[in-house]
């Protein structure tokens, strides 16, 4: 059974940073391709960033030059620095795992407030 863990959330002040982690129980090269996804009250759920095994990665635009998602598979770990945060930003976040079957993975998420 795979198993993502996020943590790293938190209430922070806009225009400051969080660093959000993600660890995948077993290898995470079993991950073609891994993501984190938000969700903010009243919302769908929506992509953020994704990364895959080769190290190609994609953001949405309201996070374009603001995140950066990385992934060390050495210690099975997703990471996604989030600066310059906006109260826009807050959501809870997900961790999100795709092997090459295209079963997708899901963490339990983790909470992000962003306040003005």
């Known amino acids: 059974q795979v198993q993502l863990v996020e943590s790293g959330g938190g209430l922070v002040q806009a225009g400051g940073s969080l660093r959000l982690s993600c660890v995948a129980s077993?290898?995470?090269?079993?991950?073609?391709?891994m993501g984190w996804y938000r969700q903010a009250p009243g919302k769908q759920r929506e992509l953020v960033a994704t990364?895959?095994?080769?190290?190609?990665?994609d953001y949405s635009d309201s996070v374009k030059g603001r995140f950066t998602i990385s992934r060390d598979n050495a210690k099975n770990t997703l990471f996604l620095q989030m600066n310059s945060l906006k109260p826009e930003d807050t959501a809870v976040y997900y961790c999100?795992?795709?092997?090459?079957?295209?079963?997708?993975?899901w963490g339990q998420g983790t909470q992000v407030t962003v306040s003005s």
């Open positions: 999100n795992g795709r092997d090459y079957s295209y079963t997708d993975y």
């Open positions: 077993g290898s995470s090269s079993r991950f073609n391709r």
């Open positions: 990364i895959h095994i080769g190290a190609n990665t």
